[in-house]
């Protein structure tokens, strides 16, 4: 069984930063995709960053693209989101899941395991 298990979150106020950890159970962790996904309140969940198994290949929304940074360290079983340049719309909870392949992918239903989530709260 694969528990995944978000930190980081919080208030920050618009234009600062934050940066999410997610940390892994399970010897599996390096052989599949990682991805981190979001949903604000009324909204539905929607994608955010993924990344290789190898961490060699990234995807971005178009609405986090040179803000979100995703990385991974498979020694330490831990994926990551660094999120820079804040926006009040970024506003949601972040949850972080595992896909079933080794490349990434923006649908939800690719993903096998999920998170509790994080809040992310950015003010104007």
């Known amino acids: 069984q694969v528990q995944l298990v978000e930190s980081g979150g919080g208030l920050v106020q618009a234009g600062g930063s934050l940066r999410l950890s997610c940390a892994a159970s399970?010897?599996?962790?390096?052989?599949?995709?990682m991805g981190w996904f979001r949903q604000a309140p009324g909204k539905e969940r929607e994608f955010v960053a993924a990344?290789?198994?190898?961490?060699?290949?990234?995807d971005y929304a178009d609405s986090v693209k040179g803000r979100f940074s995703i990385s991974r360290d498979n020694d330490k079983n831990m994926v990551y989101l660094q999120m820079n340049s804040l926006k009040p719309e970024d506003t949601a909870v972040y949850y972080c899941?595992?896909?079933?392949?080794?490349?990434?992918?923006?649908?939800?239903?690719?993903?096998?395991?999920w998170g509790q989530g994080t809040q992310v709260t950015v003010s104007s």
């Open positions: 990344i290789s198994w190898s961490g060699g290949t990234t």
């Open positions: 399970g010897r599996t962790f390096s052989y599949y995709s």
């Open positions: 899941t595992r896909g079933g392949t080794r490349v990434p992918n923006r649908t939800p239903e690719t993903y096998n395991y």
